[in-house]
DNA sequence: TTAAGTATTATGTGCATACATAATTACATG
DNA sequence: CATGTAATTATGTATGCACATAATACTTAA
């Protein structure tokens, strides 16, 4: 059979993760050249580059620069997990979503809050509990910390009527953050808040968010047993 | 000041981004088109559309042909988390990676590992169960099935040398798999494989690969509690 | 008025070329 | 032999151009 021009980006790709799948070309070994990948294809060289490229970025191939690109011994699968916002996530199951303030109080933190935060011990911050309802049922515990400093506005905001999330999503702004996924006991309140058994284990979603060097937020979010995050390789 | 020549896809990026950030452009609202934008950077359009697409990647912009390019109004925050071969995940953590396999059985499956591998009774499943060590202590207990119709060579090999995880990498291809995150109550025998009280709140991921429509293992990792997946935003 | 068809437009992609940059190899020099 | 330097090379990226494609806006016909 005659080599068919492969001449998309896409149609490279698939083509090269075909002949590591038949181990054509083996974990750890070299392959060849772009230049020499696009006169085999019949392609641009720019083509071949945007589909190792991606690739690459999939962690599939390590590239480097003169030495070459090569099949990625092991590589290190990337979950992508979308942490979607909560009420979206939920109305995407088609269900109803619900929120409710349980708390609210600018008061200090504890040290493990501000040690998340970095925060000196005179920063203000808020800190809210709420629940979100998927079909008036408790879907997940929200525990947060506002820097009023950052975004003194949020003190004026009625947090029972619109979720701390989607309001700071809107309204305060940030560069970057961290996000940490652990099991954990849930707590006595929020097992009450759940409306469950108190002995279960929740996956937990502490994420918090700066804006430069400055704190925005933090959060604590508490599933229910049983919750999981799914995602494809 | 003139505007000075934004001329590398980075600086595309980071000046869309600050635009973003003050606000010049609002979450939800059009941006110029990639050819004005271009015109004002005093570079190519392919280095615009790099650049936006890339951050229509990261969830920052929603693209559409002929529609144009928008702010996302509620970013998915998308947690990208390696997953590594856990030697390394130990040894990038300088610490001396151990293995012990403490069950290898060719038995049938029950009902969810089945359901897992959407797989029919007569399958021939060789099921592992081995804790890797971090510094001779338990770091996380792996329960692995293997599909050996899928790769007959998985019987004859010695799993108390070398962990299922890399033989597995290293001799059986796969074209997908799926992953999944939850916290659940550790297992009497992994709680005691993992040397610490069975109460503990487990993080567990599980794991399923397949080449074509054939699975090729399921593999769920119990971390003890405290274990933290992390990643930046 | 509505439906079908057409033009327009912004993004998506491919190509040829040029040059930049990192890493390696080969070489020269002490 | 060690060491610094220059040549080489594969990838990285910018550019200008062309055309493809999807989605919208517009026009025309029933």
Not at 78 to 92: G, L, N, Q, T
Not at 167 to 194: F, M, Q, V
Request: net charge positive; with cysteine.
């Amino acid at each position: 059979m005659s080599p068919a021009a492969v001449n998309s980006w896409q149609a490279v790709q698939e083509e090269v993760l075909r002949r590591i799948r038949v181990r054509a070309w083996k974990p750890g070994e070299m392959i060849p050249n772009e230049a020499e990948l696009a006169r085999e294809f019949g392609c641009a060289r720019a083509t071949v580059n945007r589909a190792l490229r991606t690739l690459a970025e999939a962690g599939v191939l390590d590239r480097k620069r003169r030495a070459g690109t090569r099949v990625t011994l092991q590589p290190i699968s990337k979950a992508i997990i979308d942490i979607p916002v909560i009420r979206r996530e939920i109305e995407d199951r088609n269900q109803r979503y619900g929120y409710a303030m349980t708390f609210r109080r600018i008061e200090p933190a504890p040290l493990s809050v501000r040690a998340r935060l970095r925060a000196a011990s005179d920063m203000r911050l808020l800190h809210l509990i709420a629940v979100h309802l998927a079909d008036a049922r408790p879907y997940v515990v929200e525990d947060r910390w506002i820097n009023l400093d950052a975004g003194p506005k949020a003190e004026q905001v009625d947090f029972s009527r619109i979720s701390a999330n989607e309001w700071l999503l809107a309204n305060a702004p940030y560069t970057h953050g961290d996000l940490s996924i652990s099991a954990e006991h849930l707590r006595a309140e929020e097992a009450e808040l759940l409306d469950i058994d108190a002995s279960g284990a929740a996956l937990t979603i502490t994420r918090t968010t700066w804006n430069g060097a400055q704190a925005v937020t933090t959060v604590r979010l508490s599933y229910p047993p049983g919750y999981r995050l799914n995602t494809a390789l």
